[in-house]
């Protein structure tokens, strides 16, 4: 792919916000103030997009100001004085605001410090019920404060690490903020992860407390996860506690301590103050060629990003609750968190997000009032096949923007949630990432909304297009690059001391640049367009997986000599995964063998990554030093043709490229 079709001179937007949703955003009032007290370009009259443009050409290249400007905007609390901004402007290994401590619990729950909203809710959980249950901002605090004591108590040092195996429930919300608290670094997995998943992210980081549960609810069904937790709890030997919470009701297993114990104490939380680049968490890449990267974070990075993202981008405050489906594996959970730094309230569902109908997500938007809810691309178009009507079905008056990231939302997918949704409504697809924690690109509340285009870059984020000699383009795909360091871009990977990986993964194709892979179109208008992914990652659902845990999984059967998965972006918002097996001598490609591969990758990996297709193949095509060839048979899946795909000089049997290439051409007849 290198060119995109040209877009409409002047197309018409399918929304545009009114008069009084661009005077009362809070990136207008930012944008007044910001003019007045740090020389910020002044707002053009009637013209938001120039207003916007200015303001973010302004963030971008002053941007030691600009994060200045954020910094006091949202009050954020310096128990010490920074002595400058940007001390180091050089990727990677920028170096924000040295000589400042902070605490990003601190500011999480402040909101909670206002009498007049201590029984407001801060979280509001929800399950396959759909019966929300509130936990107030003074219990929220109270129960921080206990479990951050009891994790002194036990040892817990600022750098230690704290995991959880949870799902997306208000104790884990309480961990993570309870670890921040104390100065530790948080860690967690979804619980339908399988142990080996799980342990190749924990035991890299070497976690000394483990959050548990007995199991957890998905469609109806009950999933006991005591076996896997035993064996979590047998191969992390740092562990010196593990806390035990009863989903399901059953006893602490011998040695746990108990969720109601720890957090029963009223107490008021003791917040460390720890240096800006103190590490907040550690999230995971998907592994696709080995052990999955563990992305460190740090605590004012990740403040200073999700305030600007859900203050400014997202327009979210104080009377706002913020829904987005997530599991506590995705970042996206991390960034749900980010509503409470501007006292709104998050709403946390843990369950299937189909059940008992296709309808789920927007049942649980009605019931929890939800104003801005997030969701993926995928279910967008699950929901307009499916034939469901949320405008006519759900009470959905509240609801001031849909948002949806993961993959592309198609323009059918836009179109359909103007129909079916509301005529007034903000789309707002956004694009981002686990390395940053954040958006890269996707929503200004100011602006129109395109069909299938993104609305503009984030503020104080240089996004461009770059063609492979690093040349910018605009209306012509090319690589996601950012040109400037964001506060949230990694401070490190764990176990990686001389910053070799690190540099390997963002910076190896432009030095001193980020690409990211992700293929993007800049419009002439400033829009951007998302075409999917330029590495092999796989993303089902917004959920991203590597294929190195795919093959590991299902080369452990003895049929099964050799396997290539693939994950295709398909023009609908579908996405189709085949797995590609090569036989040992004499094993047959039979049903049998079909449930036990699909079997496997649910119970060690993960149920929405089982493949759409397990396809019998010659074999599976290498470079020259061994490593599977993913890209080139994703491109010839696509329908590029071989030539193109390949370097012909770099596969170690390009015949074997013929049988992939045929499985595309069949599936375009």
């Given at each position: 792919m290198?060119?995109?079709?040209?877009?409409?001179p002047?197309?018409?937007?399918?929304?545009?916000?009114?008069?009084?949703?661009?005077?009362?955003?809070?990136?207008?009032?930012?944008?007044?103030?910001?003019?007045?007290?740090?020389?910020?370009?002044?707002?053009?009259?009637?013209?938001?997009?120039?207003?916007?443009?200015?303001?973010?050409?302004?963030?971008?290249?002053?941007?030691?100001?600009?994060?200045?400007?954020?910094?006091?905007?949202?009050?954020?609390?310096?128990?010490?004085?920074?002595?400058?901004?940007?001390?180091?402007?050089?990727?990677?290994?920028?170096?924000?605001?040295?000589?400042?401590?902070?605490?990003?619990?601190?500011?999480?729950?402040?909101?909670?410090?206002?009498?007049?909203?201590?029984?407001?809710?801060?979280?509001?959980?929800?399950?396959?019920s759909?019966?929300?249950?509130?936990?107030?901002?003074?219990?929220?605090?109270?129960?921080?404060?206990?479990?951050?004591?009891?994790?002194?108590?036990?040892?817990?040092?600022?750098?230690?690490?704290?995991?959880?195996?949870v799902?997306?429930?208000?104790?884990?919300?309480?961990?993570?903020?309870?670890?921040?608290?104390?100065?530790?670094?948080?860690?967690?997995?979804?619980?339908?992860?399988?142990?080996?998943?799980?342990?190749?992210?924990?035991?890299?980081v070497?976690?000394?407390?483990?959050?548990?549960?007995?199991?957890?609810?998905?469609?109806?069904?009950?999933?006991?996860?005591?076996?896997?937790?035993?064996?979590?709890?047998?191969?992390?030997?740092?562990?010196?506690?593990?806390?035990?919470?009863?989903?399901?009701?059953?006893?602490?297993?011998?040695?746990?301590?108990?969720?109601?114990?720890?957090?029963?104490?009223?107490?008021?939380?003791?917040?460390?103050?720890?240096?800006?680049?103190?590490?907040?968490?550690?999230?995971?890449?998907?592994?696709?060629?080995?052990?999955?990267?563990?992305?460190?974070?740090?605590?004012?990075?990740?403040?200073?990003?999700?305030?600007?993202?859900?203050?400014?981008?997202?327009?979210?405050?104080?009377?706002?609750?913020?829904?987005?489906?997530t599991?506590t594996?995705?970042?996206?959970?991390?960034?749900?968190?980010?509503?409470?730094?501007?006292?709104?309230?998050?709403?946390?569902?843990?369950?299937?997000?189909?059940?008992?109908?296709?309808?789920a997500?927007?049942?649980?938007?009605?019931?929890?009032?939800?104003?801005?809810?997030?969701?993926?691309?995928?279910?967008?178009?699950?929901?307009?096949?499916?034939?469901?009507?949320?405008?006519?079905?759900?009470?959905?008056?509240?609801?001031?923007?849909?948002?949806?990231?993961?993959?592309?939302?198609?323009?059918?997918?836009?179109?359909?949630?103007?129909?079916?949704?509301?005529?007034?409504?903000?789309?707002?697809?956004?694009?981002?990432?686990?390395?940053?924690?954040?958006?890269?690109?996707?929503?200004?509340?100011?602006?129109?909304?395109?069909?299938?285009e993104?609305?503009?870059?984030?503020?104080?984020?240089?996004?461009?297009?770059?063609?492979?000699?690093?040349k910018?383009?605009?209306?012509?795909?090319?690589?996601?690059?950012?040109?400037?360091?964001?506060?949230?871009?990694?401070?490190?990977?764990?176990?990686?001391?001389?910053?070799?990986?690190?540099?390997?993964?963002?910076?190896?194709?432009?030095?001193?640049?980020?690409?990211?892979?992700?293929?993007i179109?800049?419009?002439?208008?400033?829009?951007?367009?998302?075409?999917?992914?330029?590495?092999?990652t796989?993303?089902r659902?917004?959920?991203?997986?590597?294929?190195?845990?795919?093959?590991?999984?299902?080369?452990?059967?003895?049929?099964?000599?050799?396997?290539?998965?693939?994950?295709?972006?398909?023009?609908?918002?579908?996405?189709?995964?085949?797995?590609?097996?090569?036989?040992?001598?004499?094993?047959?490609?039979?049903?049998?063998?079909?449930?036990?591969?699909?079997?496997?990758?649910?119970?060690?990996l993960s149920?929405?990554?089982?493949?759409?297709?397990?396809?019998?193949?010659?074999?599976?095509?290498?470079?020259?030093?061994?490593?599977?060839?993913?890209?080139?048979?994703?491109?010839?899946?696509?329908?590029?043709?071989?030539?193109?795909?390949?370097?012909?000089?770099?596969?170690?049997?390009?015949?074997?490229?013929?049988?992939?290439?045929?499985?595309?051409?069949?599936?375009?007849?």
């Amino acid at each position: 792919m290198t060119t995109a079709p040209q877009p409409a001179p002047h197309p018409e937007p399918l929304w545009q916000p009114g008069a009084d949703r661009i005077a009362g955003a809070q990136v207008t009032r930012f944008q007044e103030w910001a003019a007045t007290h740090h020389g910020a370009p002044a707002a053009t009259p009637g013209d938001p997009a120039a207003s916007y443009a200015a303001l973010h050409r302004w963030s971008v290249e002053e941007l030691s100001t600009f994060w200045r400007a954020t910094a006091e905007w949202f009050d954020v609390r310096f128990s010490t004085p920074y002595d400058t901004v940007l001390a180091d402007a050089t990727m990677p290994g920028a170096r924000w605001f040295p000589g400042a401590t902070l605490n990003y619990a601190e500011h999480a729950l402040r909101a909670g410090e206002d009498p007049a909203r201590a029984a407001d809710p801060a979280l509001l959980h929800v399950d396959e019920s759909h019966e929300p249950t509130p936990v107030s901002w003074a219990e929220l605090r109270a129960q921080v404060g206990s479990l951050a004591a009891e994790l002194r108590r036990l040892g817990v040092r600022p750098g230690d690490r704290v995991s959880g195996y949870v799902p997306n429930i208000p104790q884990a919300v309480v961990a993570l903020l309870a670890s921040a608290a104390v100065g530790a670094v948080w860690t967690s997995c979804a619980p339908d992860f399988g142990a080996r998943s799980v342990l190749d992210r924990f035991q890299q980081v070497e976690p000394v407390v483990l959050f548990t549960v007995d199991g957890y609810r998905y469609g109806g069904k009950e999933h006991d996860r005591r076996a896997t937790v035993a064996e979590l709890r047998a191969e992390l030997p740092s562990l010196t506690a593990v806390v035990h919470i009863p989903l399901l009701g059953t006893e602490a297993p011998e040695g746990a301590l108990h969720w109601d114990d720890v957090v029963s104490r009223d107490e008021e939380p003791v917040f460390e103050q720890v240096p800006f680049d103190h590490p907040l968490w550690v999230l995971y890449s998907s592994g696709t060629t080995g052990l999955p990267k563990a992305i460190v974070q740090s605590q004012g990075g990740i403040l200073l990003e999700h305030l600007k993202q859900a203050g400014l981008h997202c327009d979210l405050g104080p009377e706002d609750r913020f829904f987005w489906y997530t599991s506590t594996g995705w970042m996206m959970w991390n960034f749900l968190a980010a509503g409470l730094l501007v006292g709104a309230t998050i709403v946390l569902y843990d369950g299937s997000p189909g059940f008992p109908d296709t309808g789920a997500q927007w049942a649980i938007a009605e019931r929890t009032g939800a104003t801005l809810f997030g969701t993926s691309a995928a279910y967008v178009m699950a929901c307009a096949k499916a034939g469901v009507h949320p405008g006519r079905d759900y009470d959905l008056s509240r609801v001031k923007c849909v948002a949806t990231t993961g993959s592309p939302l198609p323009p059918d997918g836009f179109r359909w949630l103007h129909d079916e949704v509301a005529e007034d409504l903000w789309i707002a697809s956004v694009s981002g990432g686990t390395d940053v924690c954040s958006c890269f690109a996707g929503a200004v509340p100011t602006l129109p909304v395109y069909i299938g285009e993104l609305q503009a870059p984030c503020l104080a984020t240089d996004v461009q297009a770059w063609d492979p000699q690093g040349k910018p383009l605009t209306d012509e795909v090319g690589e996601l690059v950012v040109t400037n360091p964001l506060p949230s871009m990694p401070i490190r990977f764990w176990n990686d001391p001389d910053g070799s990986r690190y540099r390997d993964s963002y910076f190896e194709m432009y030095p001193g640049v980020w690409r990211h892979g992700d293929w993007i179109t800049r419009t002439a208008r400033g829009t951007v367009v998302i075409h999917g992914r330029s590495d092999s990652t796989l993303n089902r659902q917004g959920v991203r997986m590597g294929s190195a845990d795919i093959y590991e999984a299902v080369e452990r059967l003895p049929e099964i000599r050799e396997s290539l998965v693939i994950g295709l972006e398909l023009p609908d918002g579908g996405y189709w995964m085949p797995l590609f097996v090569h036989l040992a001598e004499g094993a047959t490609l039979d049903d049998d063998l079909r449930g036990r591969i699909k079997q496997t990758i649910r119970t060690q990996l993960s149920p929405r990554h089982v493949p759409d297709d397990i396809i019998e193949a010659p074999g599976v095509p290498h470079t020259l030093t061994g490593k599977r060839i993913e890209v080139p048979v994703k491109r010839l899946l696509q329908g590029t043709p071989l030539e193109k795909a390949v370097n012909p000089g770099s596969v170690d049997n390009l015949e074997l490229l013929r049988f992939y290439e045929r499985i595309a051409a069949d599936r375009a007849r």
